[in-house]
Structures are given as C-alpha cells and as structure tokens.
C-alpha cells in the first residue's frame, strides 16, 4: 500500500508514561494504540502482525486436527457457578448486571463454556476425542496494566481445548500440543524455554508454561545449562548453581526476565465433575471426560518479538510476522509507482513510500518500522533497484529479477 | 476434513423454542449452538461460512482503499458521555463497573472510539481522508432476542468508519461504499434493495438500508416496479398502488419480510462537534472532520442465506460461501480416501464421510449441511465419481480430471 495512506503516522516521541521498550517501539511506529490503561487498539500495521502470528498458530492448530470456532463473550453467572470459579477469580474479572437483574462475566478464559458446548454435543466415547480453538478475546482487570501490549486488560488469545475418554489420550494429545507450540514458538524465531509449573488443584502432574529467555519481562525460570530441565520459580526447590535434579551433568542457571507466552494445561476430570459432563464408554458404563486446555496470546507475542528484535533506531522484523515483505522507498527521481506495480503484480506485499518528504525522514521511519528488506528507487538507481536489509549496513544494486528470485517469489 | 471428526454430529430434532428456519437448520446441521438467549457459538462449519462472507466484505471494502485494524471493546464511559450517547441507548447497552467503581459500556458500536482514535492521530488536512474497518463483536441487550442468528445480543459486525476534509468528499466517498457494498451483497447472490432511510439528528439527507427481500425478517419496505426506488416504512409517506414519486412510470410495492444486512451513514459534522474533532485545513483554519459509518453483520449474513436458500430437506449454500467445496460420500466398496486424498492435492476443500453409518444416514446428512456438490464413490463407480449437485436430482459419472476441471481448480 501507499504510505502516505497509512494510519496513523509515526511519531517522534514516545508517550510520557511508556516505560517498556515494546510500548514506545510498537506506539511510536504506529503498530497500536491505547483506548485506556491495558487497553490496546491494533493499528493497520499492528493487525498484520497479528494476523500473522495467528495464521502460524492457526496451521499448527489445524495440524494437530483442532478445529477453529468462535465462542461468545459474555457468559452467563448459572454456568461459572457450576464449577465455583464465580467467585475464585472475583478481583480480575469483569461482571456485570443487565437491567432485568441477569449476572454474568467476561471472558475471563473458556472452560466452563467449552463444557457446557461439549456436554449438550458428546454423549458416547464414539463422539470422543473433540479437540476445539477460538482466537478470541479475554478481559482480565489486571491490577498492574503496564509492560505496553505484554500485559493488557482487554486481550487477545488463541484458546484451545481437548476432550478424552481416558487420560491416556488426554495425555498423549497434551504431547502432540506441547510439539506445536514448539514449532510455532521456533517459526516465530523465539530463543524459549519448555518450563514446569504447578498442576494446582487441577492435577498431580506438572504443567508448562513457554518462557522466552531475555525478553525484560518479570519471569524468573531455573534451567539446566545442559539438558531441557526447566522451572518456574513457584515450583523450583533447589539453588542456582546446584547439580541439575534430572541429567546431573549440568549446573541449574537462574534466567531473569522471561515472558510467559503460552500454556498448556493437563486439567484431567475437575471440570467434568463438577460440571457433570459424562460419556457413555464402550462397556456402557458413565465416565468423566478428561479435559486439557492449551493458551498461546498473540498480542502479547507480537510485544515480545518488540522486545527480543530491535534497536536503537527501532523494530526488527523477523521476515514470517513483518507487517509487509518490503518497504519501497521512492527518492526523486526513481520510478517509484513502476516498481511498485510490478513489485504487487509478482505477489509482494509491498509499503511504497510516496510520500514527499526527505529522504533521511523516508529512512528513520522505515528503521522504526522495522520490514526486514528496504528497496530504494532513485535518479541514482537507473533500471536496477538498492537492496538493503534492516540489520546490514550493506547495500547492493539488483535487477527486478534479482529482487524477486531474492524474495523467493 | 474426516466427517467422524467434525464436531459436533448432526441432530435429528430442532431446538423445541426454534422458530425460524435459520435456527432451526443451523443448529440441526451443527452451525451454530445457542449459549442462552441471543448469544451463539459459531462451530467448525458456521466459522467456515462466516470467513468466507468475511473474506468477500473484506476484499470490497480493501477495494476502496479501507485499512483493517481491530478496536477494544470495553468502552471508558468518559469517551461516550461526550457525545450525550452514554444515556441515550440505555435499555440495551451493557454497562458495568469494575472494582475501584469505574465505568464502562460494552461495544454497543464504534463512533465515539473511531473518532477518540482519529483525534489523537489527525492534525492536518494532510492527514485526511481516513478509512479503516474492523470485524469485531457487538453487545446489545435486544428485548427480543429470536429469529435464530438474525437479531443476536452478542454478534459480529464488520465496521467501516471514515472521516473527511469536506462534506463533498464524504459524499464521494459514501457513494463509493454504497458501490461497495452492492458488490458484496451481488457476490452474495443476494436479492436486495438498497432502502432510503431517515438521517436521524446527524444529517438533512437519507441515510440506506441494505434490504434482502423475501427473507422471512420483519422489515417492511415500500420500492418501484419499474425503478430503484425503495423507502423504509418509517419515512414512506406514500400508498401501495400510487405511482411512484421518482419515476412517474411504475407503481408502488410493498415488500415484507425484509431482512437488513447492511446499513451506511453519512453522519456529517454531529461526532466531531460534540467530541472536538477538528483539523487544520489549507488556508490556516480550523475545521470540523466529516464522518460516515458503515455496518454489515456477518453472522446475520449467514442466517439470512439459509432463510433464503434451502428446502425441505436442509441448506443450501452457493459455492462462495459454502463450508467446503465438496462433500465426498464413501458407500461400501469405494475408494474414499484415495479420492479424497487427490482432491485435497488438486487444491479442493473437502468433507469426507468417512462414517461407518447407513447410505440413507450419509445422504440425509448431506442435504442437510448443504454442500453445493456432492462426490459418490461405492463398488458401483468403479474408477469414476458421481457428481449430483444440491439442488439437481440429476446424478454423473465422472473422472478425476473432468470434477477438477468442472471446479474450476
């Protein structure tokens, strides 16, 4: 598309209160905007990202057999009562009253609905296992709304829930989550730890969180610096330093500022009891359904690729979530829209920027825009084209062909 | 996909309070499932529907040059009292408060949030025309929440907010959308009227409704025999049966059982003035940003299809908007999976019953999902398929290549 029809513009400074590196970065350059404390519009570029990140979760979902839908919002209090979590949660959720007295809730996160859809649908094991997601949005009253989009009150995430006749295949299908959430957190280029946390009341066994190391969030995991032993600092009974409790070999290395972007839960029968979601098994006998529940939040991700990829001048894009392939940039003199029409006409995703300003302004906001490829037409370039990569100082002259061989087009 | 995976199966009963045809055949063939009174899940085969009418709206309004973004939608009440609205809508907005006793509404629609948006970002007429859109939910507390999908509580909208240096330009512009909008509808297969409707306290001229005819809604609506004349029977000041007012020639019809899928505003100066939105023109001056609203509910999209497109047997969906392209049927002695593996390699999207249930069971179902080809292979067919379209009893055999070819793939 053409710059200078882009919402919003940059800016040059960042907000007074923004203290984090994803706020300032993702604000300044127009990715997002905030309505209110933790509370985020996502901008043209914004949404791309987005919209990226989503569609490698989505075809890593879809190969796992989930199956995509869309649950509401609102919900209603007779259905979070069932398990008792209408009151655990009080203090961050959202609730409210209609003018006929009718109580109900956000959503805070969906369990409670999925069962209630599950059990009015699964009568036999034959109708099992069901393995559903959404991307939705979650609305938590965070009482510290800051870190810009790492933490927001209104937020979106891709929920995905799974139902089993026995806990064997609950199991086995928490596995085959645990390796898509390892592909897609890899094919977004995340340096990450699979990390052990508390099953809660929900099960003996542990759960796991995806921590991505050096991200200034406020995570602290204890790792092996050998093997894939890995903690949550809730769980973690031993000292930094000490022997690793599962290989030996290796020293336990405390890891400060990680951040948190998916989960998986192995929640077992707690839902199902109390929610009295049964199935008729092969011998005719009544059994609970085991349930798992897996979270990944793709607006927190794209705040933490900000704060694992950028630099001074601004954000780094990795190539598979930049907002476009590459940015145009028409100096006086280049062929600008010639370019750009055969750039589009070849299947590019192209920002041209047209607009009429500088050229040092045309550069600092392609920097702070962060596309990873920079093509430059000018009366200097003649019939080739500048290529110049966001995190290299070189830049090389190349025919059109070259260009999109390059692109992989 | 594999049919003995889909959830949820199909049901034999509609829902007991089902009224409406939508209601009842989406829920029948596994659409939609109702959570309580107007507020709806979309499953695996009403999602797919929905993206594709979501993909049509999108490329049309991507067309005249709209930037898709994505809002919150727990509103401040601060933003809404500038424009007096907070009280107004009362009876069906949902409002709340959090804990520390501060107050919000849900997304009712998006005015006031475009323009607190717009007013942070535009500075100068430079900066102007603006036009984004975002697909989001929408709250409102209907006192009558029925007719299935068609009047939710809880429901998707896509909506398009632009804002404008002069008035000739918004109407420009309005004019482009309405284009805009009868592509979409056109590509639907829609059979619709485009409505005159009262401009309300924002505007002197009319404002359109998108009316589908013959759609079992409750709209009434009055239109020319002969030319496009249509009104809304809120500003009709006319009689069935006289000529008409535009062209002389034709005669006045009254339309029931209309259903409003789309709706376009040319809301002027009232948002601007009421929330201070002005820009720096040209010659120094400050100006008031003009500003039109546009709106289509996909999922009333999807019920209004099936009130329009099915028959005693179940839904009949068009190509564009079906959940799959073809519904693949394996009875004794076919090559199911082979056929259904070369489909999807060719590129075509296919439900496979793979089900071990009676041929009947298979057909029943079929006619009720409503997928607009159906592919038989049994003993029978040999090294053939036959083909027999959703609303033909003629029935073909046919090779690999010539079904490709005949799917345009």
Known sequence: MKQSQLFPKTRKEA???????????????GFIDQLMAGSWTLLPLGFRVVQKINQIIREEM????AQEMLMPLLHPKEIWSETGRWDKADEIMYKLKDVHGKEYVLSFTHEEIVMDLLRKNIKSYQDLPVSVYHFSTKFRHEPR??????RGREFMMKDLYSAHATEKDLMDYYEKVKEAYRK????????FK???????????????????LDAGGEDIIYTCDKCDFAQNREIFEGKEGESCPKCKEGKIVKKEGCVEVGNIFPLGTWYAERMGMYFTDKDGGKKLVWFGSYGIGPTRVMGTLVEVSHDEKGIIWHPQVAPFDVHLIELPGGHGEEVYRKLKDAGVDVLWDDR?????????????IGIPVRLIVSGKTGDKIEWKERTSEKSELLSFEEITSRLNI
Chains 1, 2 share one sequence.
């Open 15 to 29: 907000p007074k209160e923004a203290v984090s590196i994803n706020h300032k970065l993702l604000v300044r350059a």
């Open 62 to 65: 879809n190969a796992v057999d």
């Open 145 to 150: 709304a800051r870190s810009g989009i790492l």
């Open 184 to 191: 897609i957190f890899n094919r977004l280029s995340f340096n």
């Open 194 to 212: 699979v990390v052990e946390a508390s099953g809660g009341v929900f099960t003996d066994k542990f759960t796991h969180e995806f921590q991505v």
């Open 356 to 368: 009429e300003v500088s050229a040092g302004e045309k550069f600092s906001d392609a920097d702070l």
